[in-house]
Every structure is written in C-alpha cells, then in structure tokens.
C-alpha cells in the first residue's frame, strides 16, 4: 500500500540551528501538507502546497519557515533558525486532490530543539 | 470549519462494539464529516467521512443524525489496537484542505 514516508525520525539540533524535514509523499497525489504536534497538544496545520506554491498557512507558518518541492518526489519544511518551542513532531500529508478527500500522513519527525 | 465536541475519553471491552458521539450543532449544508485516528506514537489516519448518508468501510460505520447536527462512529468489535485518539473534523466542500484537529476522544480498549 503506497504511503507517505518522512525522513529522519527524529533530529535533535541546537537553538538557531537551520534544520530541514524531508518528505516523499504518494506518488499520483498533488496536494501537500505539514502539521506538528507539541508534546500532549493538538494536531496543528501549518502549511498546504499545490502546483508548487502555498495554498494555504496558518499563523503558526510566520517567515521562520519555508516549504520547497525540489524535484518530482520530495517535499520539505525548513526552519530557518530553530527555537526551544518548534520542538515537535512534525506529519507530513498529502491528498489526491482538494476539497473532500482523504489525507495521507505520514509517521512524523520527532524534532528535538536544545 | 465549525466546531465539534467529543468526550474527552472513553472505555471498551475488547471484542465489544463502540460508539463514539461527536456534535456538531453548528455544521452548516456543505460540511463533510470525517473521521482520522491516531495511534499511539503515529501520524492520523483517516478512517472515514460521510454528508448525509450512514457510511460503512472496511475499518468503521458512520451514523449520521437526520439533522446532521450529531454523529457517531462505530468500530465493530474493538480490538487492542484500536486503542488511540479519534478525531471528529468537519471540512467544508467550499473551504481550504486543511483539517483542523480538536482534542479527540482518547478511546482505551481493555483486554
């Protein structure tokens, strides 16, 4: 069954520390997504994409972080200069297409920030 | 999207049929409703969205109140891996693609 693969499991990095979360998502989709999930809290969207721009961001989404699809399969979230408060696990989605359909997550980056 | 409330957490025998209630009072004629999980320790899975109908997959059922404003997913017969958070998430049809997580309902299935 294809399913959404993110890369590494889990990264510790120092504070100010650049850092990039790898994705591939299913391969026919066209609708990408990152959301996070500190520790005991709610699962938060951050950021959609599609035909390589941003649809959609949430507050959470400010200048610190970017999303880039560098070739035909991968998808990632870079934070620029990391805080103690972006440690998180971070899920990585996509979809076939808009509006009502199901999302594909995939088992998450534990980001570690010292 | 319109807001859902879920109990807070639930118990089940295992092998015993669950209902978890979500409401809805305020969803409006264009709201899907859908349902993700998410195990332990794992990214949400998506185990089913209905509009009107009652819906059934190979996973769940979907029960949805005549006035839409209540609905209930249904796991069969609850086995220990059905242990996770469930997620009641209403998606408007004319609405971004993001889905927007509430607390869930924490269901524990006991051997």
């Known amino acids: 069954e294809p399913e959404v693969t993110q890369t590494p499991s889990h990264q510790v990095t120092q504070m100010g520390q650049e850092v990039i979360l790898r994705c591939v998502p299913i391969?026919?989709?066209?609708?990408f997504y990152w959301y996070r999930q500190i520790l005991g809290q709610k699962v938060e969207f951050l950021v959609s994409?599609?035909?390589?721009?941003?649809?959609?961001k949430s507050e959470i989404f400010d200048d610190q972080f970017s999303v880039e699809r560098p070739d035909g399969s991968n998808f990632t979230l870079k934070i620029r200069s990391t805080k103690l408060e972006d440690s998180a696990m971070y899920f990585c989605?996509?979809?076939?297409?808009?509006?009502?359909?199901?999302?594909?997550f995939g088992q998450g980056t534990r980001l570690t920030v010292v | 999207d319109a807001k859902t409330t879920q109990p807070n957490s639930m118990e089940s025998n295992e092998e015993e049929p669950v209902h978890l209630p979500c409401n809805h009072s305020?969803?409006?004629?264009?709201?899907?409703i859908h349902w993700y999980r998410q195990l332990p320790s794992q990214g949400p899975e998506y185990v089913i969205h209905?509009?009107?109908s009652n819906v059934n997959n190979r996973m769940a059922s979907l029960a949805i109140a005549e006035d839409r404003k209540s609905s209930t997913l249904i796991l069969h017969r609850a086995t220990l891996r059905d242990a996770a958070v469930y997620y009641c998430?209403?998606?408007?049809?004319?609405?971004?693609?993001?889905?927007?997580f509430g607390g869930g309902t924490r269901l524990m299935v006991k051997p």
């Open positions: 989605a996509s979809s076939v297409r808009s509006g009502v359909t199901e999302a594909f």
């Open positions: 391969s026919n989709h066209l609708y």
């Open positions: 994409f599609y035909n390589n721009e941003i649809s959609e």
């Open positions: 305020t969803i409006s004629g264009t709201d899907y």
């Open positions: 209905g509009l009107t």
């Open positions: 998430i209403l998606r408007d049809t004319n609405a971004g693609n993001m889905l927007t």
